[in-house]
């Protein structure tokens, strides 16, 4: 049965609160706020990748908001435009025309990767959050929480998701096995969720690559590990180091903007690659890789700054 092009990982992405995969305290608190909707505060969720805290978001607006949750909700991935302007300009033009329809108590605004967010931008954002909290509720999301100001995080309910056990990741895979007529072994299976590590999105994306190869065993995943995109990254640090910039910057570029890989990722996954591929300097080059994800965080271009740093690998290579 041919692959189909739609991800997996949105073609079973849970729309309702109780089909979350584990976060069994997070759902059951957040399910006895929605019983009393118009008492909602501002909503923070903390925890790593890939364990359904913007699924999770997205339910919610769903929930409350009904049919037409779209219009009613604006998502921000703060990891693209992080800057104080994103913070002024898109959230204060969304809330501030409230449009309400009698039935919708108020707007939701979803801010993804909040923590990528300056502290400048945080700190108007708390302006925002309070002069509009009348029609406007926010549902923050972090990786990490010690990155959002604390001015921030007393001013929401703070839920920490927890990493999604082994039982649980290759239940919901076998799962969506079913569901595609695929054969998948326990092996197989396992060796995914040791690849993912509790992060189901990536799981699910290994699986997907995986199928595209025949049934699921530990041969097709060991396969299909290498097609995922963190194997990208490594041909971005190659073709650095080769002195290939352009190259290297295009992919890098790709993996941003079209799969849309977060910049922090892209530094956590090209500093892996620089240890697995025992390249000498490495002092230097963990040190400039170190030197440019605290500009990134201190509100510089990413875009810029990535350039800049692929650039300065090639240094290394010669």
Partial sequence: MPVSNMMWVEKYRPLKIADLVNQKEVVG????????????PHLLFSGSAGVGKTTLAVCIAREILGEGWKDYTLELNASDERGINMVRERVKKFSRFAGLDTDIPFKIIILDEADEMTADAQTALRRIIEDTSKHCRFILIANNISRIIEPIQSRCAVFKFTRISEKEVIAHLKEIAKKEKLKADEDGLKAIFDYSEG?????INIMQAAASLGSITEESVKGAAGLT??????????????????????????LIKVYGMSESD???????????SKVENLVEISETIAKYD??????????IQLSALLAE???FGK
Avoid: W
């Fill in 294 to 303: 605290y500009r990134i965080l201190s509100g510089a271009n990413p875009e």
């Fill in 266 to 276: 892209f530094l956590k996954y090209i500093n892996e690659a620089i240890y697995r």
């Fill in 229 to 254: 995109k963190t194997k990208d990254v490594d041909e971005v640090l190659k073709l650095s180091l080769a002195g290939k910039i352009v190259d290297a910057r295009n992919k890098m570029i790709e």
């Fill in 29 to 40: 608190s957040l399910t006895s706020l929605l019983k009393n909707v118009t008492e909602i």
């Fill in 199 to 203: 992060d189901m999105r990536h799981a």
């Fill in 313 to 315: 690998l090639s240094k």
